[in-house]
């Protein structure tokens, strides 16, 4: 599995816009990126996925670069809300039996 | 539909005793997962089983751990002899297979306590 590498910590304030960079220098072809969030005392949760370019969704989006090192999480215009803890994941299709590595994450602090 | 869920969501137990955690994935969710999260830690894998498939036990940390899933559906986790060390919220997640990638869909967990 592609090992990553994300900042341990963020600090922003509401309204702003927070972008988590994340590094996976060994990704592989068949590898897709994935973002959970994870508030306190809960599960992680689905954000955004996606293999390369850029990918929308209500919530964020995520920018892959051609080379698909690392890829950024785009959060628009947080709230106090989006505090919680960011992950980064890379991995395989099904078909390759994928169980998800979740490193240490990004925790991100929304301020007033 | 609903979401996948954890019981007991807390359970304190002393130092030796066996523990049983259960895991309700959402309904027709082929895979189903156990991950173990310590405290301001990341998410470590423990086991995941796929329909009829041999379970893939490779991140179950001792023999003290095992995992049965009956009927394709519900799942348990039971830690036997717990150590102070199992202390730690066991999260669950299940996911369909539907299209290329395996989207995960967590429980809300459970957050064991070994005195």
């Known amino acids: 599995l592609a090992k990553t590498t994300q900042p341990i910590s963020m600090d922003s304030y509401e309204g702003q816009e927070v972008n988590i960079t994340c590094s996976h220098n060994n990704i592989a072809t068949n590898d897709y990126i994935t973002w959970y969030q994870q508030f306190p005392s809960q599960g992680p949760r689905f954000i955004i996925q996606g293999y390369k370019t850029k990918v929308t969704n209500e919530v964020a989006s995520l920018f892959i670069p051609a080379d698909r090192k690392s890829s950024t999480l785009s959060l628009p215009r947080v709230s106090l809300s989006d505090t919680a803890v960011y992950y980064c994941?890379?991995?395989?299709?099904?078909?390759?039996?994928?169980?998800?590595?979740f490193g240490g994450g990004t925790r991100v602090l929304v301020k007033p | 539909g609903a979401g996948v869920s954890q019981s007991p969501s807390n359970k304190v137990t002393e130092k030796g005793k066996d523990v049983e955690l259960r895991c309700d994935p959402i309904s027709g969710h082929t895979a189903l997962y156990w991950y173990r999260q310590s405290l301001g830690q990341g998410l470590e894998f423990l086991i995941y089983?796929?329909?009829?498939?041999?379970?893939?036990k490779s991140g179950l940390p001792s023999d003290r751990f095992s995992a049965e899933r009956t009927g394709g559906s519900v799942s348990t986790l039971t830690i036997q002899r717990t150590q102070q060390e199992d202390s730690a919220v066991y999260l669950c997640a299940s996911s369909s297979l539907a299209g290329p990638t395996d989207t995960q869909y967590f429980g809300p967990g459970t957050r064991l306590t070994v005195l």
């Open positions: 089983f796929q329909g009829n498939s041999a379970p893939d």
């Open positions: 994941l890379v991995g395989r299709t099904k078909a390759a039996g994928n169980k998800l590595t």
